[in-house]
DNA sequence: AACTTTTTTTAGATTTGCCTAAACCTTAAT
DNA sequence: ATTAAGGTTTAGGCAAATCTAAAAAAAGTT
């Protein structure tokens, strides 16, 4: 079956919402699409019709088996256009997203395959979320932030939680990228900052809400 | 100014009819779009008032300077991604016009351009036809389809306007594609068949209807 | 438990792009 | 010049996706 771009937008971030939340709001999704909660109401009346949803009146809602599929796979297509745009075009990561949220909604299944081969199969998108295969799996690595991580042990970065221009600049001065590794020093209890040292340089100290938003796994 | 995918869609049609009659007709065009005469009369209106038309009732209409503009940057956008599509994702050329459909509304301007690039500047699209630059410039090369062509030159396919599986087919089992250099020999007035050798392979006679769907060009 | 606040849904409009059917022009033919 | 035929436009509607305003349900407060 074929959806259109509205709906691909309303499941997709349906599913975003879910990995924190297990049932969605109506309140929640209207916010997140920049859209009126009349309007949510009445998508999932027609979410619910083709099935891809749990919903009870006034009582929140999350996808369905079928929903989550088909959420997957739309993530799978935004990922790996973002890959494509950072890996080949050369493009920032923080510019990446928007562009992606349309190229997404092109349809052709053999497009995607056909990409996925051209860009060799990667696992993680340029922000270290990772990309799920034709099934919907994709691996989850077990990750925490730098501010939860245990100190004295080396770390690779896996994923950073914000995309913003200001987050790339940061990580770019402290020459930090997805799979730098880096050693956890110190955690400094005053302000929450930690001492970390990237490769050869010398140590440096990032701010609380820095270490917050990276993500780290082990080896 | 920004414009709706559909509005898009007229636009760059009423170019290509443009390119055979000079003004087009609210027939054709409905034909072309697989939309109705009504539909395209609603469409022609919004698309006056955005100025980038000229429309007198019953009298057919063309795009005026700026409709032209625009009409040249969706086929240019267009032709980069069929370009892509086969250069890069190894696509036949038969498979790619559906997909370049899609991908040419994708409105960012930053992706075009580092598409381009990062395709080396192209200067055709697969099948043979120009590729606008930024200014909607491009290259017009005189060319002949194969029936017209004098004999007894040697000249270069430049383009096909046949876009179809079996064209493909014969093009393939012919050993011809965009760039191929071959040598007309003869044509038959019988049938308007036509000898050629192409290459350093044995001469052989292609049907009058390839003939006029292959075009070439001199040196 | 009753009232207030917040969230969610319903009802009714709006916009875009499409449709059918009917009216309207233009052209070509007698 | 009239008429027939064909193409074009108008009128009126429909579906998708949105909105505002009002009603209904749930949650929070005293």
Wanted: aromatic letters at 8%; hydrophobic letters at 35%; one cysteine or more.
């Amino acid at each position: 079956m074929n959806y259109s771009v509205s709906e691909e937008n309303y499941i997709k971030n349906i599913y975003h919402l879910q990995q924190q939340t297990e049932t969605v709001t109506t309140n929640s999704l209207a916010n997140e699409l920049r859209t009126k909660p009349a309007s949510v109401t009445d998508m999932l009346k027609k979410l619910q019709t083709k099935n891809l949803l749990e919903y009870k009146r006034y009582r929140g809602f999350k996808l369905n088996e079928s929903g989550n599929k088909i959420a997957l796979n739309i993530v799978r297509r935004h990922r790996l256009w973002e890959f494509f745009l950072v890996d080949k075009l050369g493009f920032e990561w923080d510019k990446v997203h928007e562009i992606a949220e349309e190229l997404e909604h092109v349809s052709s299944v053999e497009l995607i395959k056909r990409l996925d081969s051209f860009l060799n199969f990667p696992q993680t998108d340029p922000h270290g979320d990772p990309i799920p295969d034709t099934n919907g799996k994709f691996a989850v690595i077990k990750q925490v932030s730098i501010a939860e991580a245990a100190a004295k042990k080396t770390v690779v970065v896996s994923s950073v939680s914000d995309q913003s221009p200001g987050m790339l600049e940061m990580l770019n001065h402290y020459h930090i990228g997805i799979g730098t590794s880096l050693k956890i020093n110190k955690h400094f209890t005053f302000d929450g900052s930690v001492e970390i040292k990237v490769s050869q340089k010398a140590a440096c100290v990032i701010s609380e809400q820095l270490a917050k938003n990276i993500f780290v796994h082990h080896e």
